[in-house]
């Protein structure tokens, strides 16, 4: 699956800042999704509550150039189906 850099950072901008639980294929996480550098960085990071399970990247949006999206040791695979598929819970 291949999701432009773009919409990521739109989709990761329209989640809560800070800690929020959100829930991805039946299991609930903690997620923590924060801006950096004027917005030109945004990390998340979300662990499985209750679980073993964990999701972690930095997104780079440069001024000039394109947005790289930086997977923490996991396939990038994993980030965008979390990043699709998670619900900020209500």
Known sequence: ???????????????????????YQGRRYGVTNSSHLDGRSRKLYAEELGGTDFVSLNLY????????????????EKVIAFITGAVPAT
């Open 1 to 23: 699956m291949q999701l432009p850099a773009h919409t990521m950072q739109a989709r990761l901008a329209a989640w809560p800042q800070g800690y929020f639980v959100a829930d």
């Open 61 to 76: 949006l440069p001024t000039s150039g394109s947005p790289t999206l930086r997977p923490c040791e996991m396939p990038v």
